[in-house]
């Protein structure tokens, strides 16, 4: 998968096993004072963390395993930066003048979100078994019980904050990081106490899909996923405010960006498979949706209300829009196009998979079986009659 | 001879009017089922998107109305738990979880035959109007059917064990799935726990004593509690283990208040 972040003095683009941080000054980038980092050395010298139930000469190694990029973050300040790759293995740097790793650190599940808490001393990762988990910045740290979410004695660092039968798609926080909001692959949207994350505050449901992305704004929960449709959430009680039409009658909602415009919530959101970007205001009801066209299929978005800037990250490179209707390709280095071409997107199908115990079919069996043994009973009671 | 065969004639037309009146008991041996079902499947369940939109009435009738769910038999089996709760409670909606689609329409089935048994004797209690099963995955959807605190008792008898390491995830009382539950129950409301593995019994309630929201009840308020003495002899599994002369472990917790924010 390829990957965009950006802050006020970053743009970075993740792909492969590369990192490419570009600078950026206001509207305009440096790109000749870039720089390239390769984390196959971290994957493959980053010592393994023995299971519990795991034999000791049971020794796993990464070499010459191909990495992918899963997901990535910016902290709040721009000040941190944090990776997580295929080999699960998540990376933090620091952004200042130089960039430099501060961590790296392997998780128990493939992670397939992660996020900085606002007030930037953890980081949040989502993983596909369901669980949330907090990390520390600076160092490791762990609970008490050195136990996980499902009560099981762990050798990994890190605090569980939830877990569920389920795959964690997106995590996000409230401006002050007092709730933390959790989107899964069952339609759901959680919103727990942050770091209590025991108590459960509300659930925001009424999805039809799964929920791949969310965003707060103010007292709302926006989101959006498979069903194709913005969903507007109250962020206390999780009630639905406002859902959207349909942005496409079969493309799913990939990312979603809140912007706000002259005092206004404004939506922005990509599809899969999608170069199209659509942005609905939200003022008590949901405004004529606007579109801003890409030359291919969007990897990633991002919006920049302060230079009125949309970035957007494709096959054919970095490309700007400006607010104002003009659009420019930006020159990026070749290694950068190779590797965004070369990302492979994770083979995963977020719809569920139904093959277990239909029900219908089920119905279907039963009739036919009470069918026999009365068929049975019948013959029996005949054959009785004739008997007599 | 011919006589016998009248009086057989009369009373096979009696319980064949007799079954035709009342819809007959269903018969456990055509709903035999395997021990457990993989609740990390995707399961083919048609849940609510939302509690509001869960219309009750499909499954209490009119009894439904002005009446919600407060109790819930997670897992619930053969529903032996249920047919003893019902009479007790004649007031409260109680519903039972089970994932075995033959198991939960055995139930199901059992409950239409016991409501017309109801009928017919002129019952004047709640006749298990009371009572419905659904087949669902509370592991997954418990926050679809019940909202904040809507439930007064969850009842959680002789789950799966998964005596395997690798499978302590699924097992049903986890840390993470107890704030799930501690959601749908309202503060005041119990968890019980019933268990003839010991292992399981003493994970069930480590995992609930040093969850922040609950307490375990003191020995005195577990003996005053009337439903404590059900959970003994009313399930099919509990039956199976007097047999068997096992070794029962049951376990009561509260539900606390959520602890004050700090601002």
Request: net charge negative; with cysteine; proline share 4%.
């Amino acid at each position: 998968m390829a990957l965009l972040n950006v802050s006020d003095s970053w743009i970075i683009i993740s792909a492969t096993s590369k990192l490419f941080f570009l600078q950026r000054k206001g509207k305009d980038l440096e790109t000749t004072s870039h720089k390239i980092i390769d984390v196959t050395e971290v994957s493959t010298s980053l010592p393994f963390v023995r299971t519990t139930y795991e034999l000791e000469e049971n020794v796993r190694t990464n070499q010459g395993e191909k990495i992918e990029m899963c997901c990535s973050a910016i902290s709040r300040d721009g000040q941190l930066f944090a990776v997580a790759i295929s080999s699960k293995i998540c990376l933090i740097y620091s952004l200042s003048s130089s960039i430099e790793m501060k961590r790296a650190f392997r998780v128990p599940k493939a992670p397939s979100v992660i996020t900085f808490d606002p007030q930037g001393e953890h980081l949040i990762v989502g993983d596909r078994a369901g669980n949330v988990t907090m990390y520390g910045v600076s160092e490791a740290i762990f609970s008490d019980d050195k136990l996980d979410i499902n009560g099981e004695k762990t050798n990994f660092e890190g605090i569980p904050l939830t877990g569920g039968i389920t795959m964690m798609l997106d995590v996000a926080f409230d401006e002050i990081g007092r709730r933390m909001i959790t989107a899964d692959r069952d339609e759901k949207i959680r919103i727990s106490r942050y770091p209590d994350s025991f108590v459960i505050e509300a659930y925001a449901l009424g999805h039809e899909e799964y929920v791949k992305t969310l965003a707060i704004y103010k007292n709302y929960v926006i989101s959006g996923g498979g069903d194709c449709r913005v969903h507007i959430h109250d962020f206390d009680t999780g009630k639905t405010v406002a859902v959207s039409e349909r942005l496409h009658d079969k493309k799913p909602i990939s990312q979603l960006q809140v912007v706000e415009n002259n005092g206004k919530l404004n939506v922005w959101s990509s599809l899969e498979d999608d170069s199209t970007l659509t942005s609905i205001a939200f003022d008590q009801i949901f405004q004529q949706a606007e579109q801003v066209k890409f030359d291919a299929p969007l990897m990633g978005f991002y919006v920049d209300e302060k230079t009125r800037q949309i970035y957007g990250l494709n096959t054919n490179g970095l490309s700007v829009h400006s607010f104002d209707g003009e659009s420019h390709q930006l020159a990026i280095d070749s290694n950068v196009l190779e590797a965004i071409r070369l990302a492979k997107n994770p083979d995963i199908n977020y719809f569920k998979n139904v093959t277990h115990q239909n029900v219908d079919e089920y119905k279907k069996r039963k009739a036919a079986k009470f069918a026999e043994v009365e068929a049975k009973k019948g013959k029996r009671q005949q054959s009785l009659a004739s008997q007599n | 001879m011919k006589e016998n065969e009248t009086n057989n004639q009369a009373m096979d037309e009696e319980k064949l009017e007799a079954a035709v009146m009342t819809k007959k008991l269903p018969q456990k041996k055509f709903y035999r089922q395997r021990a457990h079902s993989n609740p990390h499947s995707d399961h083919d369940i048609e849940y609510p998107l939302t509690p509001d939109r869960m219309d009750w009435t499909t499954l209490y009738g009119d009894y439904a109305n002005g009446r919600t769910v407060e109790f819930a038999d997670v897992g619930c089996g053969y529903g032996g738990l249920l047919m003893q709760l019902s009479p007790r409670f004649p007031e409260t909606l109680m519903i039972g979880l089970e994932l075995r689609v033959k198991v939960s329409d055995f139930v199901t089935e059992k409950i239409e035959a016991l409501r017309q048994k109801a009928t017919t004797s002129g019952d004047t209690g709640a006749g298990f109007k009371n009572v419905a099963c659904l087949r669902s995955n509370a592991m997954k959807y418990m926050p679809n059917y019940f909202g904040k605190g809507q439930l007064t008792k969850i009842f959680f008898l002789y789950p799966d064990p998964h005596f395997k390491n690798r499978k302590h995830k699924w097992r049903i009382v986890t840390p993470g799935m107890l704030a799930e539950y501690a959601y749908v129950l309202r503060p005041g409301g119990l968890i019980y726990t019933m268990t003839d593995v010991q292992d399981l019994h003493e994970w069930m309630v480590a995992h609930l004593s040093s969850h922040p929201l609950f307490e375990r009840l003191t020995k005195e308020e577990e003996d005053a509690d009337p439903v404590v003495p059900l959970l003994f002899e009313s399930t099919e599994e509990g039956q199976k283990v007097t047999r068997n002369h096992g070794s029962k472990f049951p376990a009561v917790f509260r539900r606390k208040e959520n602890p004050v924010e700090k601002n």
